[in-house]
């Protein structure tokens, strides 16, 4: 059982590159996000996507885009890396369906082991 | 926006000694889901203890423990018979449509 599985585990870029970050997750959970964790500041989330077709901004979206390939897979996508994206990326993904004020139920969230990402 | 304040950035505990972590929150909201999280060195991040709002019972989870206060808007998390493998950073998480974490807490226990 993978559970979720991030790709790549370490990636360097210059300022400049692009780069897709994959995550796949074979729980068959309805929802995927996409985090960064900075020393000093915890987990702040990216993008999230409540169900496959559908995607929403989270606290820190700019800089980034994302798609929700299928119900299996959500990449992160960095357009122009730039230094202040160094940082680690979580993928997690949850039972989804409708939970509190008829928004995504996020309840348990389970993360993938992370991405360390340098941009120099 | 909720924010998530967790005051103690590092605790250590000798080995099979109790220890608690503390978290706080501001929200406006009725309805919410609070997590603990733990992150090992190997960086991977483990559900701890989940509580729903709207119930007045703790939560527990075999040693782990919360204390939850709903009306003081504290979620402190308690370690009894600490273990080596405890040793990792600690999350507290509150969610409503929108995860927020706390900056975490770095626990060390001792042999």
């Known amino acids: 059982n993978a559970g979720v599985t991030q790709t790549p585990k370490f990636q360097v870029l210059k300022t400049g590159q692009s780069m897709t970050l994959q995550c796949a997750q074979d729980m068959n959970h309805n929802s995927m996000y996409w985090y960064r964790q900075d020393p000093g500041m915890g987990l702040r989330l990216i993008y999230y996507?409540?169900?496959?077709?559908?995607?929403d901004k989270g606290e820190v979206p700019n800089g980034y885009n994302v798609s929700r390939l299928n119900k299996r897979e959500f990449s992160l996508r960095l357009e122009s890396a730039a230094p202040s994206q160094t940082s680690v990326y979580f993928c997690a993904s949850g039972g989804g369906g409708k939970g509190l004020a008829g928004g995504p139920q996020r309840n348990i969230q389970y993360f993938g082991a992370g991405t360390r990402l340098s941009v120099l | 926006a909720q924010t998530v304040t967790q005051s103690q950035p590092e605790m250590s505990v000798q080995e099979a000694e109790t220890v608690t972590l503390s978290c706080t929150y501001d929200?406006?909201?009725?309805?919410?889901?609070l997590f603990w999280y733990k992150q090992p060195p190997s960086r991977q991040m483990i559900l701890v203890i989940r509580q729903e709002a709207y119930k007045q019972q703790n939560a527990t989870e075999n040693r782990f423990s919360v204390n939850f206060q709903k009306a003081a808007k504290s979620f402190s998390l308690k370690i009894s018979d600490s273990q080596l493998g405890d040793t990792a950073m600690y999350f507290c998480a509150f969610d409503n449509n929108d995860m927020r974490f706390g900056a975490g807490t770095r626990l060390t226990v001792k042999p």
């Open positions: 996507s409540a169900s496959e077709g559908t995607t």
């Open positions: 929200t406006s909201e009725n309805n919410y889901y």
